[in-house]
Each structure stands twice: as structure tokens, then as C-alpha cells.
């Protein structure tokens, strides 16, 4: 169990729910009328609390979830300051802070974003694209993705220009990447290193990679993501804000993400 925002929105919801249900309960036992002037303060902050943290604990538990991008991982498509709202449903319904599955929906498919539970630390959230599927075999060679032995298709846009906390990807090498029908604009430096590797993946594990390819802690490093470690779906910018160029980007709010 992680001890996370989750965990101590369940803690509130749980005791202002018993404080209040507890102390009608108890008029009900000794016969008194109720009145907002005579109930105690702790009564008063739980009846007023209690709605408003078990609303907030459902529609993060099971509908969507804000996060906020911290890194450059995604970059050209997803950039530091972005916030995202993550649908909760898409994989399945999890109870929350024990992330348990009780009802099984769709699986991930090949170019999602998803948001996941670092493998090495649970603590910690992780963005990534869904690059292979269980079952499949992914390598990389000299920067070229290849998907059970075909090159993915690469289509190069020219120079990326950055801006703000993204700056200093300028000069990379936009490429529109097309995964199974599903395209989307990646980064590549030519001038860093370019990893080889060849994974097949195992049954319910997903290898997941950053858009910004020479900048990116993925699955190339650390391995696959377990099933149980999706958190679920990134789908729409809700707001965007990077202090270091021009604080609030109203052409980025309300994009839907792909």
C-alpha cells in the first residue's frame, strides 16, 4: 500500500464520514432533535468536509486524474508545465490506494500514452508511450524503432525549435513517427549516443518509451511495465504554464492528446 494523496483522501473521507455519521446516530440513540447551533465544531467541519472529499476521492478513483509534466521525456508532444487529465477507467476499475482491478475494461494499445507507476519505485509517476504489446518483439538500431522485425515508419519535419524549460532541445530532429496507424511527432539528436537492443515482451508487461527519444527514462533501461502498475490513459491538456517563457500557453489548453 502507498501512503499517497490517495491514501489520506481515503483517511478524510473515512473519519469526517464516521464523525458525522456517528454523531447522528447518536441523537437518533438518545432521542434529540437536530440543530446546525447546537452541534459541536468537529461535527460541523465533518458534515461540511465529508461530501466534498468523498466527491474528489470517486472522480480521481475511477473517473480521471490531474497531473502535472515535470521533464521533457515527452517533449515535442506532452512539454515541462503541461497539465494533463488522465483517464482512470479506460484499463479497468481499480479500487484506489491499493490499486486492486475489480472490473477488467480495455487493454492498452500500441501508442497510448499512459501515466504508470515507476517499476523500481510505486511511488513515483512515470509518462511514457506504449511502444509494444505483450508478445512482441521491439529493437532499436542507429535511432530506428523496429516493431516485430518492421521499421516503424519515420517522417522527418525538419528542426524542432524549443522554448522555455524546452530550449535546449532545439536543433533536434523532428520526426512524425507513425506506430500501427497511430502518428505522433518524436525528438532525436543525432549527435547522442543510439542504444541497440533487441526485448520480446512477456505476457501482461508493456514496453513503454518517451517521445523525446536521446532524453528519456524508459524501457530501454529499466524494463517493462507490469499490468498492474497502470494508473491509466493521459487524454487532454487542461492547462499549460512554464514561468521561464511566457507563463500561461492558451494555444496549448485543451489539446487532445495522441
Do not use: C
Request: hydrophobic residues 45%; negative net charge; glycine residues 8%.
Amino acid at each position: 500500500m502507498d501512503f499517497d494523496f490517495a491514501f489520506f483522501l481515503l483517511v478524510a473521507t473515512v473519519v469526517t464520514g464516521l464523525i458525522w455519521g456517528g454523531y447522528l446516530l447518536w441523537l437518533r440513540h438518545t432521542g434529540e432533535a437536530y440543530s446546525e447551533e447546537t452541534q459541536p465544531v468537529m461535527v460541523e467541519y465533518a458534515r461540511s468536509f465529508f461530501p466534498v472529499v468523498l466527491i474528489v476521492l470517486l472522480l480521481r478513483s475511477f473517473l480521471a486524474e490531474p497531473f502535472r509534466i515535470p521533464s521533457g521525456s515527452m517533449m515535442p508532444t506532452l512539454l515541462v508545465g503541461d497539465f494533463i487529465l488522465v483517464n482512470k477507467f479506460t484499463y479497468g476499475i481499480r479500487l484506489p490506494v491499493i490499486n486492486k482491478k475489480i472490473i477488467a475494461l480495455n487493454e492498452p494499445k500500441r501508442g497510448d500514452i499512459v501515466v504508470f507507476r515507476f517499476p523500481n519505485d510505486p511511488t513515483v509517476d512515470y509518462i511514457k508511450r506504449v511502444i509494444g504489446l505483450p508478445g512482441d518483439k521491439v529493437s532499436y538500431e542507429n535511432k530506428q524503432l523496429f516493431i516485430n522485425d518492421e521499421p516503424v515508419k519515420q517522417v522527418s519535419l525538419g528542426a524542432f525549435q524549443g522554448v522555455g524549460q524546452g530550449e535546449d532541445m532545439t536543433g533536434a530532429e523532428r520526426l512524425l513517427e507513425d506506430l500501427t496507424g497511430v502518428e505522433h511527432n518524436i525528438l532525436v539528436r543525432h549527435d547522442a549516443p543510439s542504444g541497440t537492443f533487441e526485448y520480446v515482451i512477456p505476457q501482461g508487461r508493456y514496453f513503454v518509451m518517451g517521445d523525446n527519444r536521446d532524453n528519456s527514462n524508459d524501457s530501454r533501461y529499466w524494463g517493462t511495465v507490469p499490468e498492474e502498475n497502470l494508473v491509466g490513459r493521459a487524454f487532454f491538456i487542461w492547462m499549460s504554464w512554464d514561468w521561464s517563457y511566457k507563463g500561461v500557453a492558451f494555444d496549448r489548453i485543451g489539446t487532445v492528446l495522441k
